[in-house]
């Protein structure tokens, strides 16, 4: 049976990463962050001192984890690594900058869209990324591209971290939007088919139900 691919993609701080989980939940998909790929190669690669500029080392480490993501028993998605639970570690700002810097490897980019594409053969999915609707899922007829202004971005960010200045958090951010868009490989743009959602304004609530709004519109079972 066909499987359901829908893409949320946006900067760092859009409200992606929540929209994507919320919605998982409420269709019962699993909810593949990609970034959480990147994050997980970026801290091997650091743990292990490779050089995050040669793909071949850094592609090399990445084929030796074995990826999941499912489903536990309260609908919550997931992510595994080797078989273990990475989350608080995959966070951090160091982690953030090195998994920005692989993604512009190429041969790496290819492997870790495969392993995205292998879940959505098999599984319902809810991708969440930069370029899940412009690249990897290219054919999903369900695609979503959020944005926000930078303040807003930087004090999401900052209430996360709970720490940094806003100042800080907002030329970190900065730097990260401008390697992520201006990149030669698959940058984060919107695919031309993608609904561009503003979420400066909406909270995590909203911003689902506006989704769910445009899926019904587009005749998706939304339960
Ligand atoms: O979404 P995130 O902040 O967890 O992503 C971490 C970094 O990985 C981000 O700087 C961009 C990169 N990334 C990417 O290039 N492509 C993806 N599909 C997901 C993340």
């Not at 990147?38 to 074995?66: C, K, M, P």
Request: charged content about 25%.
């Amino acid at each position: 049976m066909a499987q359901y691919v829908i893409t949320i993609d946006g900067l760092a701080g859009s409200g992606k990463s929540t929209a994507a989980r919320n919605l998982a939940r409420r269709l019962g998909f699993v909810h593949l962050n990609s970034g959480a790929l990147f994050r997980a190669v970026a801290h091997l690669a650091l743990q292990s001192g490779a050089n995050l500029e040669v793909d071949e080392e850094i592609t090399a480490l990445a084929e030796q984890l074995s990826f999941d993501f499912s489903l536990d028993a309260d609908g919550q998605t997931v992510f595994t690594v080797n078989g273990d639970k990475l989350s608080e570690e995959l966070t951090n700002p160091t982690v953030s900058e090195a998994a920005s810097k692989i993604a512009t490897l190429k041969k790496l980019r290819q492997v870790l869209s495969g392993i995205q594409r292998n879940f959505g053969k098999s599984k319902n999915i809810v991708a969440e990324g930069r370029d899940a609707g412009s690249v990897v899922f290219k054919h999903s007829a369900y695609k979503f591209y959020l944005t926000a202004d930078l303040a807003e971005r930087a004090r999401r960010r900052q209430h996360e971290l709970g720490q940094a200045s806003t100042q800080a958090v907002m030329h970190d951010l900065a730097a990260r939007d401008s390697r992520d868009t201006s990149r030669a490989i698959d940058p984060a743009l919107p695919a031309p088919d993608a609904i561009l959602i503003d979420t400066t304004a909406l909270g995590p609530v909203e911003v689902v139900e506006r989704v769910c709004e445009l899926l019904k519109k587009k005749g998706f079972p939304v339960p």
